[in-house]
Nanobody, 119 residues
Framework: QVQLQESGPGLVISSQTLSLTCTVS??????????WSWIRQPPGKGLEWMGV???????YYSPSLKSRTSISRDTSKNQFSLQLTSVTPEDTAVYYCVRSVGIATFEVWGQGTLVTVSS
């Protein structure tokens, strides 16, 4: 059974960089067919797809966040990570890591982690 777990600071200061890691168990992040996404949900708002790292390491980002977002991976630890630079209070959200099929089907979700950006 595949499981995803987000980890990282729950509080980030404005203008700094938000960094989160997703640890995957029960599957390899290099397995063909699947990709690994980050999605967030600000309080009272809908889900926003941020970006994806595919099983071969290629990355794709939401156009609205591309200039501030970076997704990387550590295959030796079976982890993938998110960095979001120059954060503002508008980046306050629950952040989820997700196993996906491309960016169309989001199959397995982590429990999510709330990150608050303080001004």
């Amino acid at each position: 059974q595949v499981q995803l777990q987000e980890s990282g600071p729950g509080l980030v200061i404005s203008s700094q960089t938000l960094s989160l890691t997703c640890t995957v168990s029960g599957d390899s992040i290099t397995t063909s067919y699947y990709a690994w996404s980050w999605i967030r949900q600000p309080p009272g708002k809908g889900l926003e797809w941020m970006g994806v790292i595919e099983n071969d390491g290629r990355t794709y980002y939401s156009p609205s966040l591309k200039s501030r977002t970076s997704i990387s991976r550590d295959t030796s630890k079976n982890q993938f990570s998110l960095q979001l630079t120059s954060v503002t209070p508008e980046d306050t959200a629950v952040y989820y890591c997700v196993r996906s099929v491309g960016i169309a089907t989001f199959e397995v979700w982590g429990q999510g982690t709330l990150v608050t950006v303080s001004s």
